[in-house]
């Protein structure tokens, strides 16, 4: 059964991880709805087990709270390889405002083809590697579940997505958002993250307690994604909302200087789900009909994931 907060569906995932075919595909619509009117939900009972999850938020304390010369040392280089630290204001989402005041760490799956790139592991904390390997693995077996049932809302073969992602071109990211300092007045709309969608197929976004999250109704409101316990925030990024004709919408959000924590460390993680990249994001047949064509032509996941990159960095 979907529940809402201000708005935004929780939705039980146990029903389509465990339950019969006519429960999969109640669970299946109901993330149809969500995807369509929100873009946006929350997904309780995913299966991500919680001490992982734990784990993980620790060492991503743990790395951020390095001195800035040893982040550094693994700094984000270009779009291309899109792995490494970023400081703060270094990115900026929304490209009419300054940069963005967090700090971030990208690292991908291993990749086995020639040339391909490779994470910037840094020195400490020494147990990083491995917590981040695993909590990749787990995110990767989350991602698939959620995109079976995107197959099976869109009257799919149940395989569909998760073919199309089975090399894994994906995107962990670590967020850290620091206290800002007394008497902080932003600067020309600055904000801890500026307004954006996500650029591939979908996001799995956990949070810690302190909120932020803010996304913006079909109405142009924005209202707050209050953190849940138990859950991870679902989004259906730019290339979702190309390959179903809008069926499944791109929402912007954003995060934003809560004056309640704006003293207060905020981190959460980010895994991006990208399609592999020589993927062709073309139209699915049951997203369109004679009176509802095709909006956009065919383009390559990679070819879309660089052009945003670009924009972002500007580089």
């Known amino acids: 059964m979907a529940d809402k907060v201000q708005g935004m569906p929780v939705i039980d ?37 919680a001490d992982r999850l734990a784990q993980t938020f620790a060492t991503s304390k743990d790395f951020f709270a390095l001195p800035t010369e040893e ?42 083809e020639p040339g391909a790139h490779k994470n910037l592991w840094p020195a ?14 787990e995110c990767i077996h989350t991602a698939d579940r959620v995109l079976e049932a995107f197959a099976l809302a869109l009257d799919q073969p149940v395989d569909f997505f998760v073919d199309a992602h089975n090399r894994h071109h994906h995107t962990l ?23 954006h969608t996500d650029y591939g197929s979908i996001t799995l976004l956990f ?5 932020g999250l803010e996304v913006r109704t079909r109405a142009g409101e924005w209202i707050r994604a209050t953190p849940i316990p138990g859950t991870v925030v679902v989004n259906t990024g730019d290339l979702m909302h190309r390959w179903t004709n809008h069926v499944f919408c791109s929402t912007p959000h954003r995060v934003n200087v809560a004056p309640e924590h704006c003293h207060r460390d905020r981190y959460s993680i980010a895994f991006f789900c990208h399609p592999n990249k020589d993927a062709k994001i073309t139209c699915i047949d049951s997203c369109t009909t004679a009176e509802n064509p095709p909006i956009y032509d065919s383009i390559t996941a990679g070819q879309h994931l660089h052009e945003k990159l670009t924009d972002t960095y500007g580089a």
Not at 79 to 99: C, K, M, Q, T, W
Not at 102 to 109: D, G, R, S, T, V
Not at 173 to 195: K, M, N, T, V
Request: include cysteine; glycine fraction near 10%.
């Open 13 to 49: 995932f146990g029903p389509f991880l465990e339950g019969a075919e006519v429960e999969q595909r109640a669970v299946a619509d109901q993330m149809r709805q969500a995807s369509r009117e929100w873009g946006f939900f929350y997904l309780a009972h995913c299966g991500m087990p």
């Open 71 to 112: 982040k550094q040392a693994v700094a984000w280089q270009n779009a291309e390889s899109n792995r490494g630290y970023v400081g703060i204001r270094r990115e900026r989402l929304d490209p009419s405002r300054p940069g963005d005041l967090k700090e971030a760490f990208n690292l991908a799956p291993d990749q086995s």
């Open 124 to 137: 400490a904390p020494p147990h990083f590697k491995a917590v981040m390997n695993g909590f990749l693995d």
């Open 173 to 195: 990211r670590l967020l850290h958002y620091p206290p800002l300092p007394e008497g902080f007045q932003p600067h020309d709309g600055e904000s801890r993250a500026g307004a």
């Open 207 to 211: 949070q810690d307690e302190v909120g």
